[in-house]
């Protein structure tokens, strides 16, 4: 496909589209905006993620679960696939589960901060407050932004209480 042709016009379109909708909670016309594109393009990376997107928003975690897996198979390279294949784990299969994923991509992306912090976060849920401080640690060096996020994150609810109440780890 070229760039700029009437073709990729019309899938960036429907891409957007598809995306609005769900942004509006509209997840059936989502769906009907992708499954108007063009046959054959259902493997493509820009459409997976559209899917991704739209079953993460719509709260379909089995679905979201095996976009997840195949943008992972596509794209192994790019460490947001293994976080969004944990994060709908976690809804289906718990935080255990998820957690396995996780560790997995830790030892091929060591240096991305949103899966150090989704460590610390799972950590601190099961009350592990040392290993939830040392990731969290972690994920605010490789990301100050993180800092910010981990005042307000439920997840790390028992961390921020256990500081405020003083207690060593």
């Known amino acids: 496909m070229e760039p700029g042709s009437n073709l990729e ?7 957007l589209a598809a995306s609005g909708y769900s942004d509006l909670g509209l997840f059936q016309e989502a769906v009907e905006e992708l499954e108007s594109l063009p046959a054959g393009l259902e493997g493509e990376e820009p459409i ?11 709260e379909k975690w089995a679905e979201a679960s095996s976009v997840a897996r195949k943008l992972i198979e596509i794209r192994p390279e790019n460490s947001n696939w293994p976080v969004a294949l944990a994060y709908a784990t976690r809804r289906i299969q718990g935080m255990l589960a998820a957690r396995e994923i996780l560790l997995d991509a830790m030892s091929k992306f060591p240096t991305c901060a949103v899966i150090h912090f989704n460590l610390a ?6 009350g592990l407050m040392e290993e939830a401080n040392v990731r969290l640690k972690n994920a605010i060096d490789l990301d100050p932004q993180f800092d910010a ?9 028992p961390l ?3 500081k405020i109440q003083g207690k060593s780890i």
């Not at 016009?9 to 891409?15: P, S, V």
């Not at 976060?121 to 099961?126: G, S």
Request: net charge positive; with cysteine; proline share 3%.
């Open 9 to 15: 016009i019309y899938i960036q379109r429907r891409l």
């Open 48 to 58: 997976l993620v559209a899917w991704l997107q739209l079953y993460q928003g719509w």
């Open 121 to 126: 976060c799972y950590a601190a849920q099961r």
């Open 149 to 157: 996020l981990a005042k307000t994150d439920p997840d790390l609810e």
């Open 160 to 162: 921020r209480q256990q």
